[in-house]
T-cell receptor, first 114, second 112 residues
Framework: EPEVTQTPSHQVTQMGQEVILRCVPI?????FYWYRQILGQKVEFLVS????????KSEIFDDQFSVERPDGSNFTLKIRSTKLEDSAMYFC????????????FGDGTRLSIL | KQEVTQIPAALSVPEGENLVLNCSFT??????LQWFRQDPGKGLTSLLL?????REQTSGRLNASLDKSSGRSTLYIAASQPGDSATYLC???????????FGTGTKLQVIP
């Protein structure tokens, strides 16, 4: 069964550094999402992306964050200047042609900011 | 703003028992509801999706219902097994198109 893949599984970065998290959504999906889960807390929506532009974003997704689909298969989340509070599990998800379809999640990237 | 609450936060049951997990929400203007399971250190696995116009969905031993008028959804698990042990999350697409709100989760332990 096709799946969403995320790399790396664990990323350790110094505070203030830029980090890029990578995702390969399911190939025929058109809607893409990023979520984060701080340890012990609930999953939080960050951003949704369709037709090469952001369609919805949360208040968490400030100017430090950006998303890109650089080559038609990868979907990336960039954090420009990481802070300690950015430490979390980051999940990528994708869904089929209609946004009302089920979202399929990757296994996540654990981001640790030192 | 959508608020989603799941009760109980944790549940421990003996193998074979039928159980119900609850999810309540405040904004009835939803597009759909999705139930997920999350295993430790893993991503989210989609279990069931209920569209706004539907009242329930079934998959194997799982049955999810949606009552928009009361702001509630339930996930029924029949004949629970140790492999069902995980955290179960409900999530809603509502308000802004594609904006998803997750519940706090119910951590289920099925004891052999």
């Amino acid at each position: 069964e096709p799946e969403v893949t995320q790399t790396p599984s664990h990323q350790v970065t110094q505070m203030g550094q830029e980090v890029i998290l990578r995702c390969v959504p399911i190939s025929n999906h058109l809607y893409f999402y990023w979520y984060r889960q701080i340890l012990g807390q609930k999953v939080e929506f960050l951003v949704s992306f369709y037709n090469n532009e952001i369609s919805e974003k949360s208040e968490i997704f400030d100017d430090q964050f950006s998303v890109e689909r650089p080559d038609g298969s990868n979907f990336t989340l960039k954090i420009r200047s990481t802070k300690l509070e950015d430490s979390a599990m980051y999940f990528c998800a994708s869904s089929e042609a209609t946004a009302e379809g089920p979202q399929h999640f990757g296994d996540g990237t654990r981001l640790s900011i030192l | 703003k959508q608020e989603v609450t799941q009760i109980p936060a944790a549940l421990s049951v003996p193998e074979g028992e039928n159980l119900v997990l609850n999810c309540s929400f405040t904004d009835s203007a939803i597009y759909n509801l999705q139930w997920f399971r999350q295993d430790p250190g893993k991503g989210l696995t989609s279990l069931l999706l209920i569209q706004s116009s539907q009242r329930e969905q079934t998959s194997g031993r799982l049955n999810a219902s949606l009552d928009k008028s009361s702001g509630r959804s339930t996930l029924y698990i029949a004949a629970s097994q140790p492999g069902d042990s995980a955290t179960y999350l409900c999530a809603f697409v509502s308000g802004g198109y594609q904006k998803v709100t997750f519940g706090t989760g119910t951590k289920l332990q099925v004891i052999p």
